[in-house]
Every structure is written in structure tokens, then in C-alpha cells.
């Protein structure tokens, strides 16, 4: 069986990163394994269907009742909670695993999946922020073959590809800069505002994460556990068209860049197919019609996020834990109406000011830091 055969488990179905997935699963022929979802269980319920997946798993196990109802007479498999996500991630039936669930909550199944020595896709970057060091180690102990989905890492992957970690000189991650890239004034932004990327389409705590520029910050943290590449070796650079998704700058001043379409269906059937450029269902940038590629320097003090990034990665142990917790608890708070597109930047500031050093935490430690910094955000 082919790499691009093999039946897919994608975690988190039912969002962006997941129907963009199953778009491409079935432009490729790929048999879809399992589907799994929060709590969208009508959306789980049709595209386990219309896929025909084998399992349909809802994390949340308030709505089992409701997917088994859905899904009777269909012949796809119901299942809830935690450890059935966990499953899925880890049967003999599938052979790769889109990690697309959004936030920390993914990372018992990526776990799951690395452990059962799948092709893990990943696309849910904050596990590997909490947890890269433990993640990477579990990957090469049990001989999992971890592939990039966020455009950026993918980029770099095949800019990497035929050459030595000593050849590098940098990594340069490219961002489009967010819709307030030319705001002066951050304080004021509404939620709204925020939602309105202005080059990519995405689920919404990413969608705030690019516009306060955190989604860069974990995206260093991201590159570094992918690449084996310390942060001092990674730079940020705005390319607000999001045409080149990230560059490689080798030791002999020749840099590779990868260009695409800023549509996430190339990266995630690249994860797919590697290490084949197969027939996809996105057509190469038309570069006469663009007007111009245009590149310039990140405004760290209007957004403190990336150099917090590397504060958290230069403390180490529990700090990006403690960076990604606090940024998803003010994310959610934002997205909830409550407080200024700024508090997100004061309360991961504050987070990580507060965070205890620790050399090298257990999954434990990790799992505890987390727990700890919600708990005093949502008191
Ligand atoms: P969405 O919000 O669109 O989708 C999130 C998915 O995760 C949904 O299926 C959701 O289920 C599920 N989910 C949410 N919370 C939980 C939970 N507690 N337990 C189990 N499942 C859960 O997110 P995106 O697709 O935008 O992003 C997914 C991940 O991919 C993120 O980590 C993001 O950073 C990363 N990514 C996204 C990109 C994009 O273009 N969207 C690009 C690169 C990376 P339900 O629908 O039931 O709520």
C-alpha cells in the first residue's frame, strides 16, 4: 500500500484544518479511518458519512447519545470521550493521523498516535510547544514518522529536504503580519476586527493567534522541536501576501524558499503523499498577476508575542507550557467578548513571569503547569 493509501484517523474533523483534510483525502482516494469532533456532532455524524469512516469519535461525551442516534443504520461506528480519541488515534486500522484539533486538548491522541508508530501529521502546533522535547523523543523511541501541516514548518521541511542540519544558517519563518499590521493603535481593535485575516481562512483562536502574532511565537517554538534548529537560529520575517511560506538560509548565502497559494490543502496532501509532489487540487501562484512579493522586519513593540516566544523557549522546562496555556485562556476570553485585544499580550507576559523554572519536566509537569495556569486564569 502506498503512503497516500493508507486509512486516515483526523482528529478534529469537523474544523478548518479538518475539512480541508477530508477534501483532500478524497481527491487523493485515501479510506478514511475515523472522524472525531468536540461537540459538533451533526457535522461529526455527516462527514463520517459521507466519508465513510469506519469510527466517528465526539470528545465530549454528552453528545454520545446523540452521534449513535445519527449515525444508526449507517454502519460507521459511534464513540466519546477522551479515550476513544486516544484510540483512534492509535489503531491498527489506520496507518496516518491528521492531528487537527485546536489547542492543548490534542495531546494525549498525538501522543497516542506517535506511540503507535503512525504517520502523524501535525497540524495542532500547541502540543509540540507544551511538550517538543517529550513528543520528539517518543516519535524517534517508537519509530513514528512526524510530518509538518502548518504551511511554514511544511515549507522548511522541503527546503530542508537532501540537506544537513549543519548546512543551515537560519530558518526564516514568514508571516503575513495579521490585519493589523499597519494599526497603530492595538487597544482599541474589536474582536470583529480580529476575525477578518486578511490572506488566509482558519478557525478562529488561530485566526486572533495571527493577528496578535502568537501564532509566529509558537510557530518558533514549533520550528525548533521540528527542525532541531536552536530559536537563535530562527527568524521571523512579514510577507503580507503569504505566497512564500517560509525560507531556508544555508551557511553559503544561497536561501530556498517554498511558494505557494495560501490554501492549506498543499500542505496537508503534502503531509499526505510525501515524499511525492502528487496531482493536487490547488493551482500554482499566477506570479504575473501578482503585484508585488514585498518583505519587512516584525514590530516587536507593537507585538511583544514573538519576543516572549523566545523568552519561553530560552527558560525552557515548563515556560512554553505556561505561554500556550495563558495565550489560549486569554484567546478564549477575547473571543468571548470580554477585555482588549492587548490583554492577550499582558496576561501571557504576566504568565510567564510568574512561571517556576524547571530543567526538564516530566509529561506530568507539564500536564500540572497547565492546569495551573487555567485555573488561576479562570479564578
Ligand atoms: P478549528 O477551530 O477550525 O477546529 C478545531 C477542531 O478541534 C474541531 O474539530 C473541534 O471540534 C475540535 N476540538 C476543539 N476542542 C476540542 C477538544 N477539547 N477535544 C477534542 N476536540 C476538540 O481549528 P483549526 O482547524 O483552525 O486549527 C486546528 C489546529 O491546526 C490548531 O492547532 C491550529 O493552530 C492548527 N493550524 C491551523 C491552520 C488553519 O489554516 N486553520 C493552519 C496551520 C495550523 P468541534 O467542531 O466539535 O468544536
Given at each position: ?6 486509512p ?32 459538533k ?46 484510540a ?18 490534542g ?9 503507535a ?71 482599541a ?60 538560509a ?18 496537508i ?5 510525501w ?11 499566477d ?16 507585538f ?76
Amino acid at each position: 500500500m502506498s503512503a497516500a493509501s493508507r486509512p486516515l484517523t483526523i482528529l478534529g474533523a469537523t474544523g478548518s484544518i479538518g475539512v480541508s483534510t477530508l477534501s483532500v483525502a478524497a481527491h487523493l482516494g485515501i479510506p478514511v479511518h475515523a472522524v472525531t469532533a468536540n461537540r459538533k456532532v451533526d457535522e461529526l455524524a455527516a462527514l463520517a458519512i459521507q466519508h465513510r469512516a469506519a469510527v466517528a469519535v465526539v470528545a465530549d461525551e454528552d453528545g454520545y447519545t446523540e452521534l449513535k442516534r445519527l449515525l444508526a443504520g449507517t454502519g460507521v461506528v459511534a464513540e466519546a470521550g477522551a479515550q476513544a480519541l486516544c484510540a483512534v488515534a492509535a489503531d491498527p486500522g489506520c496507518g496516518a493521523v491528521v492531528t487537527a484539533i485546536v489547542g492543548a486538548a490534542g495531546l494525549h491522541p498525538t501522543l497516542a498516535a506517535i506511540r503507535a508508530g503512525k504517520r502523524v501529521c501535525i497540524a495542532n502546533k500547541e502540543p509540540l510547544v507544551m511538550a517538543g522535547a517529550l513528543i520528539m523523543g517518543e516519535a524517534a523511541r517508537c519509530g513514528a514518522t512526524i510530518l509538518p501541516v502548518d504551511s511554514e514548518h511544511s515549507a522548511i521541511f522541503q527546503c530542508l529536504e537532501g540537506h544537513r542540519p549543519d548546512e543551515v544558517a537560519e530558518l526564516v519563518l514568514t508571516a503575513s503580519g495579521g490585519p493589523f499590521r499597519t494599526v497603530a493603535d492595538l487597544g482599541a481593535v474589536t474582536r470583529e476586527q480580529a476575525l477578518r485575516h486578511p490572506t488566509w481562512t482558519m478557525g478562529p483562536k488561530i485566526t486572533i493567534d495571527s493577528a496578535t502574532l502568537m501564532n509566529k511565537s509558537l510557530e518558533i517554538i514549533e520550528a525548533r522541536w521540528l527542525f532541531g534548529v536552536g530559536v537563535e537560529r530562527i527568524r521571523v520575517l512579514i510577507h503580507p501576501q503569504s505566497v512564500v511560506h517560509s525560507m531556508v538560509a544555508y551557511r553559503d548565502g544561497s536561501v530556498m524558499a517554498q511558494l505557494g497559494r495560501p490554501d492549506m490543502r498543499t500542505p496537508i496532501q503534502y503531509a499526505l503523499t510525501w515524499p511525492r509532489h502528487d496531482s493536487g487540487q490547488v493551482a500554482a501562484p499566477d506570479f504575473a498577476a501578482l503585484a508585488a512579493l514585498t518583505f519587512e522586519a516584525p514590530d516587536t513593540a507593537r507585538f511583544p508575542s514573538l519576543d516572549m516566544a523566545y523568552a519561553a523557549a530560552r527558560a525552557g522546562g515548563i515556560a512554553p507550557a505556561v505561554m500556550n496555556a495563558a495565550n489560549e485562556m486569554a484567546v478564549a476570553r477575547f473571543l468571548a467578548g470580554h477585555g482588549r485585544f492587548t490583554d492577550i499580550f499582558t496576561t501571557v507576559e504576566r504568565a510567564l513571569g510568574d512561571a517556576p523554572s524547571l530543567g526538564e519536566p516530566s509529561l506530568d509537569d507539564i500536564i500540572a503547569a497547565d492546569a495551573e495556569v487555567r485555573r488561576r486564569l479562570a479564578g
